[in-house]
């Protein structure tokens, strides 16, 4: 069964402390995307990656990193450097046709919840 | 102002009434996209439409190109509808999503 899977489901960090949010899927999908969500408000980009070994900055990259070593696998660290970190966490896959996304939906995974402890 | 506003933020709706959830958007687009997120957080892609009108099942999603708007409806509702709805629209080519807040729908039985 194709799809997209986010480990841990629930994650707490304590302060000063990097975490890692895994993101994989099974879908051949060229390009990934780290979205966060808070309460009231559209998701927001974060990172995405359109081919392995690349990767560009969204809208609210501070304090985030990733890395994309496999087509497979696009994990998001949340760093000490973001001082609000809570927040739900999704991530993003899509096909690409040619040269554009354009026709193609966005598959998610079911989200990771960070907070701080 | 949002790229995005979807109208209403909140709607309560009984069982078996129809819904609208509407969606304007102010840049160009590609494709205008309907999600929905389950209470537990997941998301699923309901419609990508470019022009016209979509339909499956119970929803029907269309989209005006030039009054840059896009309403989703819900025939005969049912308490298993009840989610959030996520308006975005493909932008850059389709590259990037800007989602606009949601709306959250609870339907009574």
């Known amino acids: 069964d194709g799809g997209i899977t986010q480990s841990p489901k629930y994650l707490f960090r304590k302060e000063g402390q990097n975490v890692t949010l895994s993101c994989e899927q099974n879908l051949n999908h060229d390009a990934m995307y780290w979205y966060r969500q808070d309460p009231g408000q559209g998701l927001r980009l974060i990172y995405y990656s359109q081919i392995v070994n690349d990767f560009q900055k969204g809208d609210i990259a501070e304090g985030y990193s990733v890395s994309r070593e496999k087509k497979e696998s696009f994990p998001l660290t949340v760093t000490s450097a973001q001082k609000n970190p809570t927040a739900f966490y999704l991530c993003?896959?899509?096909?690409?046709?040619?040269?554009?996304?354009?026709?193609?939906?966005?598959?998610f995974g079911d989200g990771t919840r960070l907070s701080i402890l | 102002k949002n790229e995005v506003e979807q109208s209403p933020q909140n709607l309560t709706a009984q069982e078996g009434e129809f819904i609208t959830i509407n969606c304007s958007y102010s840049?160009?687009?590609?494709?205008l996209h309907w999600l929905q997120q389950h209470p537990g957080g997941g998301i699923v892609s309901l419609f990508m439409?470019?022009?016209g009108k979509k339909k499956h099942g119970r929803l029907i999603a269309t989209i005006n190109i030039q009054e840059k708007h896009s309403s989703l409806h819900i025939t005969a509702s049912h308490p298993r509808d009840s989610a959030v709805y996520i308006c975005a629209v493909g932008v850059e080519y389709g590259n990037k999503l800007v989602f606009g807040a949601g709306t959250i729908l609870r339907v009574k039985s």
């Open positions: 439409l470019s022009s």
């Open positions: 840049v160009g687009i590609s494709a």
């Open positions: 993003a896959s899509q096909a690409r046709t040619g040269t554009l996304y354009s026709n193609q939906p966005q598959h």
